[in-house]
């Protein structure tokens, strides 16, 4: 009888602490962050996912990539409801996209449903003082743009206080106007292509950063995510990048809904270290 306790209680003391339950999500779809006589229907929408019934949670507004001419909010909808199953709500915003626009059109949606998401969250539960930026490949660039480059915040009235973290997920940094890929969307004009890109603005007092990369990526991406948190370290901002084994562009993103996987596990304790 004593050695069953004795064993009992040894089991008691190694086994690993219970996960704590998943939380019920709550969705809000295609919220208008824009809503005047130009506003795009489709576009100037967002998306919330919320702990059901939670207050004061962290937010992780993340940016969609494709290229700046595809892709809709829908495509972070399986990480998102992970993220808000563990307690961070996640506002997914669309935003207008090539040939219809040029830069500087995506990133001034993109601050301004930032600066909405500031002003409203809170009607969702969410706490406007713990919103963490984020974006995969071209949403990535959108994202480090908006930490970096504080114009188009202070057009909306924010400024880099507002944002307390930034997750880039296989991100572009860089932006070389002589490729006609990235002057199809960011013009001719060298000053502002070169203006446009988030390590032409690394210094001191940036958000801390995240910057994830594929083991497979595309070309380029993994040394830009480097140069640009090098850039950041020298200046003195917080900034790590981070290589993830087994994965592509697009599985580097689409893996983060399942709860075990790295890259969602290192994401979800940055943004709950960065809202402390």
Not at 267 to 274: C, D, I, P, R, W
């Amino acid at each position: 009888m004593r050695l069953a306790l004795a064993s009992l209680f040894l089991f008691a003391a190694v086994a690993p602490a219970a996960e704590p339950a998943k939380q019920e999500v709550e969705l809000t779809k295609d919220v208008a962050y824009r809503t005047d006589k130009g506003a795009d229907k489709t576009r100037h929408k967002l998306d919330i996912y919320v702990p059901k019934g939670k207050k004061d949670f962290p937010v992780l507004f993340f940016v969609h990539g494709g290229a700046w001419k595809l892709g809709t909010k829908e495509t972070f909808s399986g990480p998102a409801k992970q993220f808000a199953e563990h307690g961070i709500g996640v506002v997914c915003p669309n935003y207008r996209l090539s040939p219809d626009v040029k830069h500087p059109a995506h990133i001034e949606d993109v601050a301004k449903a930032f600066a909405w998401t500031l002003d409203n969250v809170g009607k969702y539960g969410g706490d406007a003082k713990k919103v963490v930026v984020g974006g995969h490949s071209a949403g990535g660039h959108l994202a480090a743009l908006l930490a970096t480059n504080e114009d188009y915040l202070k057009a909306e009235k924010r400024s880099l206080a507002d944002v307390r973290g930034v997750v880039g997920v296989s991100g572009v940094y860089l932006i070389d106007g002589r490729l006609k890929m990235f002057a199809d969307i960011f013009g001719d004009d060298e000053k502002v292509v070169k203006t446009s890109s988030p390590i032409e603005h690394v210094g001191a007092g940036k958000p801390p950063m995240l910057l994830a990369f594929a083991e497979k990526d595309f070309l380029g991406l993994p040394g830009m995510a480097d140069a640009f948190a090098k850039g950041l370290t020298k200046a003195k901002s917080e900034a790590t990048a981070k290589e993830f084994k087994g994965r592509d562009h697009i599985t580097i993103m689409t893996d983060m809904k399942k709860a075990d996987d790295p890259l969602f596990v290192e994401a979800k304790e940055f943004v709950l270290k960065v809202t402390k």
